[in-house]
């Protein structure tokens, strides 16, 4: 069901709204002289990036329901993605059926407001189910290797992605300008600015990849760009903090800092912690995509890849993100 916005998420749809009408702009100048490929590359990409905005804004106007049911499609493709990368989407069905029903039913708890329930549910349940389906099938060989294979991806991309969900049900999340969206974006928006700024800077900055940070994972990723990246997080979390959350009050315990200190302290640890985080997730999506041998996970997002490379740094800022709220607000 669609419901009314809050003043400050309309706000803050004009500004992505905005920010991707400049962007398109700059794309395009800069684009003008480069080979055809490229910019084909770079147009593709673009296209993608307006319609996964419109996509998610859609799915924040309709709530919590919004949320889950994205996220539990985007889950349920991603684990697709994930089996073909591990060659196991044909050969073991029912465990990769399994592997679905637990993505449901896990963001099926937190449509109904079970906290406790999701905390517990994939860790426990998620690996006996997988272990119980490989059991009754008598499967011997490949069994840890399918078990724990699937089990991971399951960790990963379903609980891992669906922390962010859970700040829709979580009480240190309720209030705020924007309500539990407010949080959500401000999530939303760190990971992918970071992701961003990353490449851009590291591109930019470290163009002769003299300072490559996992040369072998993933040689793109560098010195420059991890921190060029956190500066421009730090800059940008304090500034939308304000606008979707309540990170600035009341003044955090935790740490001895002078009162007008304490209003920005809490986005910008935010930021750090999502910049290492989406790093990390980043890096451990293409741990995988190394072993496989595959550059994207897919061809599903033109100039993207596939949906796990998309996903692959939240599925680490979420989580993060959830546990320093809840240590920052108690």
């Known amino acids: ?141 490949g069994y840890i290797r399918t078990t724990g294979g699937l089990f991971w991806g399951v960790v990963v991309i379903v609980y891992g992605m669906s922390h962010a969900a859970y700040l829709f049900i979580l009480p240190a999340s309720s209030g705020g300008p924007a309500g539990p969206a407010g949080w959500f974006l401000f999530l939303l928006i760190l990971t992918e600015a970071d992701d961003i700024f990353q490449a851009i800077i590291g591109r930019a900055i470290g163009a002769g990849k003299r300072h490559r940070i996992a040369p072998v994972i993933s040689p793109n990723k560098t010195w420059e760009g991890l921190i060029g990246g956190m500066l421009v997080t730090i800059v940008l979390a304090v500034l939308l903090a304000p606008w979707l959350t309540t990170l600035g009050t009341p003044p955090t315990q935790h740490l001895p800092l002078p009162a007008w200190l304490q209003s920005f302290a809490g986005a910008a640890i935010a ?36 949906l796990i490379d998309r996903i692959d ?3 680490f800022t979420a989580p993060v993100f959830v546990y320093f709220l809840l240590w920052w607000t108690t």
């Open 1 to 141: 069901m669609i419901t009314s916005a809050s003043p400050a998420l309309l706000s803050i749809f004009g500004a992505v709204f905005v920010a991707l009408v400049v962007g398109s702009a700059l794309r395009f100048l800069s684009l003008r002289k480069a080979d055809e490929r490229l910019r084909r590359k770079r147009f593709a990409s673009l296209r993608t990036w307006w319609m996964v905005a419109l996509v998610v804004g859609l799915c924040l106007l309709a709530g919590r329901l919004g949320i889950c049911l994205l996220l539990a499609a985007a889950g349920i493709i991603a684990l697709r993605e994930y089996a073909t990368l591990l060659k196991i989407e044909t050969t073991e069905r029912p465990a990769l059926l399994a592997a679905y029903a637990i993505t449901v039913v896990n963001y099926l708890l937190i449509l109904f407001d079970q906290p406790s329930a999701f905390l517990v549910f994939v860790p426990l349940g998620g690996l006996a189910l997988l272990a119980v389906v490989q059991l009754v099938q008598g499967k011997a060989p």
């Open 271 to 306: 930021g750090v912690l999502i910049t290492v985080a989406g790093f990390f997730g980043d890096i451990n999506m293409s741990g995988i995509k190394r072993d496989s041998g595959v550059k994207d996970s897919s061809n599903m997002m033109p100039g993207m890849g596939g």
């Open 313 to 315: 740094s939240i599925t």
